[in-house]
């Protein structure tokens, strides 16, 4: 995708994150259940607080998206490349 590499389970600091992309400093984070409860949405936000601080942009997808709209998926992924 537009030349860009991206690395699966990245460690970043102390999180680890779906995929990761240097050199467009993008996460991709795949979302499924556990991520739309109280907790899960909290954690997901101070997760997201503190990838930003690092300069990193994180866009968000539920599992469901991927597997029922990949096209739409991909064209969001290639508009922040």
Known sequence: MKGCQFYRQKVIGQYI????????????????????GVAGKEND??????????GLKIIRFSDRAVF???DVVMEVIWGHL
């Open 68 to 70: 029922e709209n990949i």
């Open 45 to 54: 936000r101070l997760r997201d607080e503190a990838l930003s601080k690092m």
């Open 17 to 36: 994150v779906d995929f990761y992309c240097p050199k467009s400093a993008l996460v991709i984070e795949l979302d499924g259940g556990q991520h739309y």
